[in-house]
C-alpha cells in the first residue's frame, strides 16, 4: 500500500500515516445540550443535524467543530461551524484545535455517509467515526496547506 499520495506540494515528503480519527482530534461525540425549543431568543447558536435550529442564552461548547446528523437521510453529511454554541442529541461532532479545514476536507472525500447504517433510518455513530481510520500526513503544515487548496477550490467552484 502506497504511504503517500503521487502528487504532492513542494517542499513536503516523507509517508503519510494511516490514524484513527479519534487520535487525532480532541473529541468526537454525541451531543448532549439541554434546551427550550418554544424560545429561540438567545445569542448562542443551538446546532442540529444540519445547521443552526435555534438560539439560547448559554452554551455548553466552545470551538471549531465539524458536525453531522446521527440518524436520518441527512446522516453522513457534514457541516462546520466555529464559536460558542449548544449542539442537539441527533448530531454527532468533531472537534479539534489543530487543522479543522484539513480534516473536514479529508471526511469529505472519505464519504462520511459510508459509515452509516441502517435500513429504514440511517445512523452515524460517534464511536465508528471514533475509529474511523484515514491516511494523513505527519507534518502539520502540509495538512494546513492541503486544507486551505481544497477550501479555496471549494469556494472558485462555488463562485462559479
Known amino acids: 500500500m502506497m504511504k503517500s499520495p503521487k502528487i504532492r506540494f513542494k517542499g513536503f515528503d516523507g ?17 448532549k445540550s439541554k434546551f427550550n425549543k418554544e424560545d429561540s431568543s438567545g ?31 441527512n446522516a453522513g453529511n457534514l457541516y462546520r461551524h466555529a464559536g460558542k454554541v449548544k449542539i442537539s442529541d441527533n448530531t454527532v461532532f468533531i472537534q479539534t484545535s489543530q487543522n479543522i479545514e ?3 476536507q479529508l471526511l469529505i472525500q472519505f464519504d462520511v455517509k459510508k459509515l452509516s447504517f ?10 465508528e467515526l471514533k475509529n474511523l481510520e484515514l491516511m494523513m500526513p505527519t507534518d502539520m503544515k502540509e495538512q494546513m496547506r492541503i486544507g486551505m487548496y481544497l477550501k479555496n477550490l471549494d469556494n472558485l467552484i462555488t463562485l462559479h
Open 102 to 104: 484539513f480534516l473536514y
Open 43 to 73: 445569542e448562542y447558536p443551538i446546532l442540529g443535524s444540519t445547521s443552526v435550529i435555534g438560539y439560547d442564552d448559554k452554551y455548553d461548547y466552545e470551538g471549531d467543530f465539524i458536525l453531522t446528523a446521527r440518524v436520518g437521510a
Open 118 to 127: 441502517g435500513t429504514g433510518q440511517p445512523l452515524v455513530k460517534a464511536s
Open 15 to 31: 509517508d503519510w500515516e494511516q490514524r484513527k480519527l479519534g487520535d487525532v482530534v480532541d473529541s468526537v461525540d454525541t451531543g
